[in-house]
Nanobody
Framework: QVQLVESGGGLVQPGGSLTLSCAAS????????MGWYRQAPGKQRELVAA???????NYADSVKGRFTISRDNAKNTVTLQMNSLKPEDTAVYSC?????????????WGQGTQVTVSS
């Protein structure tokens, strides 16, 4: 059984920084794409940032230049460094990881961590 465990959320003032971390536990597997999604109250879940096994990254326009995603393939971890945070970044952030099992894509999700940006 594979589980994703997130850490690092919390309350921060506008302009501040937070680092979210996600670690896989259980059976050691190799993931393909890994990423972070967020969902604010009353809004749909959106992709924040994604990273391939090779390190190619993709960001939502709203976070480009402020957020940085990275991963450690050996440790099966993915990290989201968030700088210059804005109130509109407030949301529940969830870690996602994909892998192929018997020819089918399987998604894994963390439990989510709250990020609140407020003065």
């Amino acid at each position: 059984q594979v589980q994703l465990v997130e850490s690092g959320g919390g309350l921060v003032q506008p302009g501040g920084s937070l680092t979210l971390s996600c670690a896989a536990s259980g059976i050691m597997v190799s993931f393909g794409n890994m990423g972070w999604y967020r969902q604010a109250p009353g809004k749909q879940r959106e992709l924040v940032a994604a990273i391939t096994m090779g390190g190619s990254t993709n960001y939502a326009d709203s976070v480009k230049g402020r957020f940085t995603i990275s991963r450690d393939n050996a440790k099966n971890t993915v990290t989201l460094q968030m700088n210059s945070l804005k109130p509109e970044d407030t949301a529940v952030y969830s870690c996602n990881a994909e892998r192929v099992v018997l020819g089918r894509n399987v998604d894994y999700w963390g439990q989510g961590t709250q990020v609140t940006v407020s003065s």
